[in-house]
């Protein structure tokens, strides 16, 4: 008898074992297949780089009253956007032109995969030449990934200092793992600091898309799950709304009914 609950017991624990890793192998490969997927609609994706940077550029020959100036990454471009339009750059182009009532001209510098430091490199000689009326920079997500908060901060430093006072400069997005958050943080620190010392209007675009909450990944972006879809670049032009709408009403004419209250 003592015999034969010691095998049952074998039996039960070489089951459980035998189903534990049946079900971890389930667990890496539906992972993997995971991961196959979103690198294959990351390459997708690719395929719209040159698409819209060409989109930028050729825009950017349209003469308007009003210049405005972008400096930034991807996001800028409107990767992962169903047209280069519907980046946030291009909703806030479209708000600018219904309030102002003027035409505009959009010099879009951003650069798909930019960190700060090349935008250093490429964007501010370009952007030097220009005098814009309206500028925004949304930079510094690319840098996350291999984390120099040194190499941060002396591009962060670079760049503020040739922008103009009415500069709106956005902190980082919400990133959502606790991991990445935590070099978030130290970059937002950053950021802010910095603009307090040049006098530069802080976009909260960090706290508008950690209040998306988790569901936001579901709604919000494209399908390399990285880059915001047109709702998630809506919702870009929403952290910028306040502050543009200040912005406007103080440098421009602008009629009290258009005035921007929200996009």
Do not use: C
């Amino acid at each position: 008898m003592v015999q034969s609950r010691r095998m049952a017991r074998v039996v039960v624990v070489t089951t459980t074992v035998a189903m534990a890793g049946a079900a971890g192998a389930v667990a890496v490969t539906s992972w993997r297949r995971f991961r196959a997927r979103l690198t294959a609609n990351s390459l997708v994706l690719n395929e719209t780089l040159p698409v819209h940077s060409k989109w930028w550029r050729d825009h950017a020959k349209l003469k308007g009253d009003l210049l405005y100036v972008a400096i930034g990454d991807s996001a800028a471009q409107g990767i992962g956007a169903s047209s280069p339009d519907r980046s946030y750059v291009g909703v806030l182009a479209d708000e600018i032109r219904a309030v102002t009532g003027r035409t505009l001209r959009v010099v879009n510098l951003s650069v798909s995969g930019a960190t700060v430091e090349l935008a250093v490199r490429d964007q501010l000689p370009r952007f030097v030449k220009l005098r814009p009326d309206i500028v925004t920079v949304a930079i510094g997500a690319n840098d996350i990934a291999l984390w120099d908060p040194v190499a941060f901060e002396r591009g962060i430093r670079e760049i503020f200092s040739a922008l103009p006072p009415h500069a709106l400069v956005a902190d980082l997005p919400y990133f959502y793992f606790p991991h990445n958050e935590r070099k978030v943080a130290v970059a937002n620190s950053i950021v802010r600091r910095v603009a307090a010392e040049h006098g530069l209007t802080v976009v909260p675009l960090h706290a508008e898309t950690k209040h998306q909450g988790v569901a936001g990944i579901l709604t919000q972006f494209a399908i390399d799950l990285f880059h915001p879809n047109d709702h998630g670049y809506r919702v870009w032009a929403n952290a910028f709304a306040p502050s543009l709408a200040a912005l406007l009403v103080e440098r421009f004419e602008t009629p009290p009914a258009t005035r921007l209250t929200g996009m």
